[in-house]
Each structure stands twice: as structure tokens, then as C-alpha cells.
């Protein structure tokens, strides 16, 4: 899908979608290609004289394959991430091609800041004349976006936390911590694509601080030294969660490892207690003639006697060491 956005009676951003047939308009500002075509691709190739990177190119993780500049065209690579409310988050490579007169940006993936900042043209909100305006406004929706999920997964962190070492009732029962391992998994993946993505745009707002001129561009390379330090508090938050999502998942192995050992301990111990017991019913099992205890009266609940008590005392003796 191929959109042109373009200002509308000299306010904001309007966009319209482009087929086939149809010419880019000559006021475009911003080309967005979401899953191009190749006729798109081609179109937009022509209209600029400029080659856009393949999807194979865009995968490329070498820093020159993700920033380079052609004359005065800047072609900048970086991970976004998508679908962070669901189960299985993603990340994937969305390539910003900034020329002296528009920008375009091809991408595969549709993140919420991209929808977001489209319907804000939509409803004539935005407020841009230049490429390089529109795509600090991207990249600040995407940074504003990304400060958000890092703090819903703090605060999901935190719940976590509460979860695994607040005491918990008896009649609660038991924590299940295959949920919360799982869980926390879930937030590690996500952390990773953070950072990730977070590195990513960090390097592409240093090539773009490096490539801007001077003059030319004070308002953007001001909004890029901003973006600059978001970037690097994020950075920085995400690395916080990170070290507590890794902590609560070696402290969840350790209380599962503490469950495990106290099964363990209980059967012991209720094995060495039977142990008695068993040995004095085998002793009387036996099929021997002259065992002179077993023709009296009181032979019966003598043996019944014997073996309750050979089964109490190793109980009473465990429980004073406090081994139970």
C-alpha cells in the first residue's frame, strides 16, 4: 500500500492512497509504502531517481547496510517494535529515506505510532511543511510510544515481584509458578525487542545529528539532541528492567528449587519413619514355629504397641532437630 501526504490548503497533512494507476503528487511531503508492491516500489523509484532498499537490504545488520548517505539522500534502518499488547511481540526493520524534499519509509510492519501519527493528518493536527519536520514527528511518536510500554512493563514487573515474594495465605494455596515464569519470559522478550529497537534509533539519531547541516536545520538538530537524550533515559530504564526481570527469574527457580527439596525432605523423612515399623511387621511375619512370644495372649497388641511406637519415635526425633 502506497499513501501520499501532502499539505491541504496550507495547514496540515493530508494523505490519499495511490494506485496503480495514479501519479505521486508533486507536493507530497511524505511517501509511506506499507508492504509495497513491486509497481509501487518502481513508482516511487522513478519519481525520486533514487533506489529503495529491499526488504533483504532492509534485514541487513551491518551499520553501513542500515546508514548510508547518496549525494544529499539520507537511507536510515531501525528496528521498531509492534504489537506489544498481544502475546507475541515483534520487531522488525522500518527504513527512512530522508531527501531535501520528502521522506519516505518503507516498512512491513504496521506499529501503533505510525497509525497513530497518520490519523493525527487525518484530523488536520499536524502541523508540518518540511521532510525532515515529518520525520522527527515519526520518530518522537515512536519514542513516546516506546516510554509507554516500558512503563507498563515496570509496572507489570512490579506486580510480578508482589506476586512471587509477598507472603502469601494458607488458604490461598499454592503460587503457580509455571504462569509466572511464563509471564516473565513474555516480559523478557519484550525488554529484548526494546532494547534492541532503542539501540537501533539511537544510532540512526546520531548518523542524522552527524549528517544534518548546521544552519540549515537548527529547529531539527535541536529536536534530535532532545530525542537523543529520551532515547538514552529509555536506555537506561530498560536496562533497569531488564536486570529485575532476570532477578525475579532466578529468584522464581529458587523457590521452585525450595518446594522441590521440601518434597524431597518430606518423603525422606516419612520413609526413614515406615522404616521401623516395617522391619518389626517382618520380623513377626515370619513363618517360624518357635517363636515363643507369638502364643501368648498379649503378643498381638505387644507387636501392634512396638510398631506404633518404633514409627513415633523417629518422628519426635526429626521434629525436635527441626528438620520437619
Known amino acids: ?34 508492504n509495497p508492491t513491486l509497481e509501487e516500489r518502481r513508482k516511487v523509484d522513478g519519481s525520486l531517481g533514487l533506489e529503495m532498499p529491499t526488504r533483504a537490504d532492509m534485514e541487513e545488520i551491518e551499520i553501513s547496510s542500515r546508514l548510508y548517505q547518496e549525494d544529499s539522500n539520507l537511507f536510515m534502518t531501525a528496528m521498531i517494535v509492534a504489537q506489544t499488547d498481544t502475546d507475541l511481540p515483534t520487531a522488525d526493520a522500518v ?20 497509525r497513530t501519527y497518520a490519523l493525527r493528518c487525518e484530523r488536520s493536527v499536524v502541523n508540518a511543511f518540511r521532510a525532515d519536520m515529518v520525520l522527527m514527528q515519526i520518530v518522537d511518536a515512536i519514542v513516546d510510544r516506546m516510554a509507554d ?22 488458604k490461598m494455596g499454592r503460587r503457580d509458578f509455571q504462569s509466572i515464569l511464563r509471564r516473565l519470559g513474555q516480559k523478557h522478550g519484550l525488554t529484548s525487542k526494546m532494547r534492541e529497537s532503542l539501540l537501533t534509533i539511537m544510532r540512526m539519531l546520531t ?22 537524550r529520551d532515547v538514552q533515559s529509555l536506555q537506561d530504564h530498560s536496562s533497569f528492567v531488564a536486570t529485575k526481570v532476570g532477578y525475579l527469574q532466578d529468584g522464581t527457580l529458587g523457590l521452585i528449587n525450595n518446594e522441590q527439596n521440601n518434597i524431597i525432605k518430606i518423603m525422606s523423612v516419612a520413609s526413614i519413619v515406615f522404616l521401623p515399623p516395617t522391619l518389626f511387621a517382618s520380623i513377626w511375619g515370619m513363618n517360624f514355629h518357635h517363636m515363643p512370644e507369638l502364643d501368648e495372649t498379649w503378643a498381638y497388641p505387644f507387636a501392634l504397641g512396638v510398631i506404633i511406637i518404633s514409627g513415633i519415635m523417629p518422628y519426635l526425633f526429626f521434629k525436635r532437630r527441626g528438620w520437619l
Not at 501532502?6 to 511524505?30: R, Y
Open 1 to 34: 500500500m502506497l499513501k501520499a501526504y501532502q499539505q491541504h490548503n496550507g495547514g496540515g497533512l493530508k494523505g490519499i492512497s495511490i494506485g496503480e494507476a495514479d501519479a505521486l503528487p508533486e507536493g507530497a511531503i511524505w511517501l509511506d509504502l506499507l
Open 207 to 228: 548518523f542524522l545529528t552527524q549528517s544534518l547541516d548546521n544552519k540549515a536545520n537548527k529547529e531539527v538538530r535541536a529536536h534530535v539532541k532532545t530525542l537523543v
Open 149 to 170: 510500554i516500558l512503563e507498563k512493563t515496570g509496572s507489570d514487573v512490579e506486580i510480578i515481584s508482589a506476586e512471587v515474594f509477598s507472603p502469601m495465605p494458607e
Open 95 to 114: 527504513t527512512f529515506v530522508l531527501t531535501p524534499e520528502r521522506l519516505v519509509t518503507i516498512r512491513y510492519i504496521d506499529p501503533q505510532p505510525f
